[in-house]
């Protein structure tokens, strides 16, 4: 393996084995992730009308205020997040994933999904969570695209909205993650 392919797998491996290594971290530090997690969606809101449209129309939000994402060629990315339905905390998850191709960067973002149908809550909640592109339909709004949510985008199953990016990475998509509840 040359220098440059061994460095990379090296880097993604670290950067994997991260959150298992945080697990035991992770349930000790649970209510500064809930109070992290209400921050970041308070500063969406201010931020977003829409976020705000969706959040009064929303079954449950999953706030995940912290993804790390990273790659060179093949990349991983990572956060917890906190599942709110009436303002309460009620379910922790973690969003995992990988992907290959021409990327380069790393980047530190914000994601909030507004779960619209009482099918995207009770799917999440059955299954543990799921994989992006199985299970109820997710439309990402992203900055530009914010202003057209209304009562009619508010019927999909979800809505995904990314913020707080900060890095040089400006994929913000989450292609080939997984969300699994963290049952710990």
Same mark, same amino acid.
């Given at each position: ?5 061994r460095?990379?797998a090296?880097?993604?491996? *670290?950067f ?9 971290a992770f349930a ?10 209400? !921050?970041s969606?308070?500063?969406?809101? =201010?931020?977003s009308?829409?976020a705000r449209?969706a959040?009064k ?7 995940f205020p912290?993804?790390?994402?990273a790659g ?11 599942l709110? !339905?009436?303002g309460?905390a /009620? ?12 990327q &380069?960067?790393?980047?530190d973002?914000?994601? *909030?999904l507004f ?9 999440? !909640?059955k299954?543990?969570?799921w994989? *992006?592109g199985?299970?109820p339909? &997710?439309?990402?709004v992203?900055?530009g695209?914010? *202003?057209? /949510?209304?009562?009619?985008?508010a019927?999909h =199953? &979800?809505?995904?909205f990314?913020?707080?990016g900060k890095?040089?990475m400006? =994929?913000?998509?989450?292609?080939g993650?997984?969300?699994?509840h963290?049952k710990?």
């Amino acid at each position: 393996m040359n220098f440059t392919r061994r460095t990379t797998a090296l880097s993604l491996l *670290a950067f994997a084995t991260a959150g298992a290594v945080a697990g035991p971290a992770f349930a000790r530090d649970r209510s500064k992730l809930v109070a992290r997690a209400r !921050e970041s969606l308070r500063e969406l809101e =201010d931020s977003s009308p829409a976020a705000r449209r969706a959040a009064k129309s929303a079954h449950a939000t999953l706030v995940f205020p912290s993804i790390l994402k990273a790659g060179f060629v093949f990349g991983a990315e990572t956060g917890d997040g906190v599942l709110f !339905e009436g303002g309460k905390a /009620v379910g922790f998850y973690n969003l995992s994933g990988g992907s290959w191709g021409l990327q &380069i960067g790393g980047q530190d973002f914000a994601y *909030a999904l507004f779960l619209m149908s009482p099918d995207a809550l009770r799917y999440l !909640e059955k299954s543990g969570g799921w994989q *992006a592109g199985t299970g109820p339909s &997710i439309t990402v709004v992203n900055k530009g695209a914010a *202003a057209e /949510v209304d009562t009619s985008t508010a019927t999909h =199953d &979800i809505l995904a909205f990314p913020y707080n990016g900060k890095g040089l990475m400006a =994929d913000l998509t989450f292609q080939g993650a997984k969300i699994t509840h963290v049952k710990r």
